[in-house]
């Protein structure tokens, strides 16, 4: 049976950038199921962050399962070198080149859960060729680039629109940006399983005083579950 349970994946785009490891450690002793790490190239997106180098050094640091979110551009000179680099999860954008079918068997061919996101702008058609190819779609729920942004809510109609054209495949539908205990239950209720969240996950708490970031994590699961029932 394929793991549908609602899963919490702090983005540590919103850590304390001087001590990424202990933030990775802190977020999964207090309860994150995920860890995703945000990929920026100052191209496809407007923002510079990690390598693979980076991703190769936090690697030691995740006991679960690093869900690595690729917003560069071109894509597929790199996805050998994150691979390399111990990601579970690669995701890349439908938006980001003409290739987009051959860049996911290449993920797979690497070993790795492809997964495709889609910006705010792109319709869900985007990605019904793929859906046999992926493991994960991501529905951008902010413009990417910045962590901490307002939640854009009429992509909640595409997620409903996704989780119905998944149907029972194995596809995680996972939802990033703008994710609090106020937006949780509206995605959960649309379909969604995997939530990432960046600042309402790390707000309050520090790798020396984490209990913050085990109480944001409870109650954006919380939220989420009640937008089950
Ligand atoms: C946006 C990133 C998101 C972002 C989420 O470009 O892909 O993962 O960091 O951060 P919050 O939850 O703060 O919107
Ligand atoms: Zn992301």
Known sequence: ??????????????????????????VEAEGADWVHVDVMDGHFVPNLTFGPAMCAALRPHIRGVMDVHLMISPVDPYLEAYAKAGADNITVHVEAGPHIHRTLQAIAALG???????????????????????????????NPGFGGQGFIETQLAKIARLRQMIGDRPVHLE??????????????????????AGAAVFKGGTPEAPAAYGANIRAIRAAAETGLR
Request: proline letters at 6%; aromatic letters at 4%; hydrophobic letters at 50%.
């Open 1 to 26: 049976m394929f793991d549908r349970s609602i899963k919490i994946a702090p983005s540590i785009l919103a850590a304390d950038f001087a001590s990424f490891g202990a933030e990775c450690r802190a």
């Open 112 to 142: 790795k859960r492809p997964g495709v996101a889609i910006n705010p702008g792109t319709p869900v058609e985007a990605v019904a060729e793929l859906l046999d190819l992926v493991g994960l779609v991501c529905v951008m729920t902010v």
């Open 175 to 196: 939802v990033d940006g703008g994710i609090s205990a106020t937006t949780a239950p509206l995605v959960t209720r649309a379909g969604a399983d995997v939530l990432v």
